[in-house]
């Protein structure tokens, strides 16, 4: 059992190992690969310790670092009997009515900028700038993608769906 | 207020530009070497700027609307705010493809950088490079795990809460995680000292109070977290360790514990939600964990309107 948890663990650290390798240049790769490998990397058990080997002076090999206690000058740290400060309440959230509200101002917001947008390009366009056009091109495109994916949204709220968080 | 012609601060040291896209150069503009001094300018509704390859702007378009862009190792992030109405778009997207993309430790130290050179420039700032400083600062904590395009609304004590009145004094912090959830006792410190007080050491710069000397639960900080006793020799504040939901210990201080984003000094932004996102990345979890996620996305909006409560 330990040698299996010890051959998994060194296969996820590969895994992530060439994930963090190859993501070089390339950002458009499907890097939600990686995510989730980060994601399950972090909320995985602490691995089990693989076998140990005996080092050349004989000690255990090197494990991860284990930070130490450094006292802290007490004459430097807070008091214990200082203010403690009511919490404030808490957050109300936003009810139906108020979300479809500000989602119905975000696709105004989405439209105003998709419009300012395409007059910054026309300008880029005259002076030549390709980088900006190159940019500007990209965030029109996305833009307008996204106010479509946000108008389907503000539908199902519409339509009683789910509350976002 | 500080007028911006051209603000130069940092070393003058030069390095080769990178192109961002697989083609040919396409630019009319000839190759240039970026520099690693912080560079701002004014521009018609805001300000520009750069710092080595990682390039800004952040403006008033369109009355109440604040647009924010960072472009960053081929990548751009943009923030659109809409002052009047509440509504915060944010987007993250490949600058070759235009694709989707997500947060790297690359970025976040690129950005931690940034937030590190706009810190010194004081608080007397013009109201749009007030904002790129607090929107950099939390883009440096963003989690690989978060998504890059996101929306948020966003009022006052609706989805952010400024706690400037507590600075100075202990306030509590909670997170819910894989321990445990909200407000119990694993997840929760009940005495978090907010100050402007700087990197202690350790993990994550923070002092905690052990009240006697033996194990408590720590970890080592680094991406995996791992969980082991650290011995403490005798009642006190002790640095240079994680404590891991250790239900002894309620008590903590350090590193600008509470303000919104990385670095200290920062925005001095105290916020609830920067507070509960600190307690859960300092508390038996790292930055990159997928359990503080919900505790940045909580807070993502808060650089954007929450005030500056001060050093």
Redesign the interface.
Known sequence: MRRLAGIVAAALLIVVGVLWWT?G????TA??A??ST??S???AP??ARPPTLASANGTDPAE?????????D?AT??S?D????K???P????DRA??IA??E??L???D??RT?LEKELASAQAA????AV??L???I??TSE?RKQ?SGELDKLRAGGEL?? | MLKLSTYRIGIGLLAAFAG???DEP????PTTSASTELEIHDTSSGVAGSLGETTFTSSM??GD?L?ITV?V????V?A?V?YK???M?F?G??????????M?DEDRAALTELEQALAPLGEDLPFTLEKLRGFVATYAEHP??VDL?T?R?T?E?????S?C??K?????ASHDC?VDGWWVDRTTLD?V?L?STGN????DGV?W??PWGGGFK?C?????????T????YA???????VNHDVNVE?A?GNCFGVCGAGCPGSYQYT?DCLNHDSCVRNG??L????CD?QYTSSLDDWASAPNCGA
Not at chain 1, 25 to 28: M, N, Q, V
Request: aromatic share 10%.
């Open positions: 993501r240049g390339d950002r458009s890097t939600r990686a995510t980060a994601v990397v972090s909320k602490a691995p991860e670092p284990r930070p130490q206690p450094v006292p802290v007490p740290a807070p214990l200082a203010p403690v400060s919490p404030a309440p957050q109300k959230p936003f108020e979300t500000k989602r101002a975000d105004k917001l989405l105003d900028t300012r030549g700038d390709a980088t190159h940019d091109q990209i965030r495109t996305r996204l946000r976002p968080k | 961002c896209t697989s396409t630019s009319n503009e378009v369109n609307v647009e472009k190792n081929c990548m751009m943009t659109l809409d109405t509440g509504v778009e987007d997207f490949a600058l070759d493809t235009g694709e989707n993309t997500q790297t690989s795990t395009q929306i609304i009022e004590n609706r989805s952010w809460t706690i009145y507590a100075n004094s202990y306030y509590p894989d005495n000292y100050s202690l050491g350790g993990p002092a109070y052990f720590c080592s900080g680094s991406l995996w977290c791992s969980g082991y650290c011995n403490i020799p006190g504040w002790w640095s240079g360790v994680e008590h201080y609830v979890h790292v990159a964990s997928g359990y919900d």
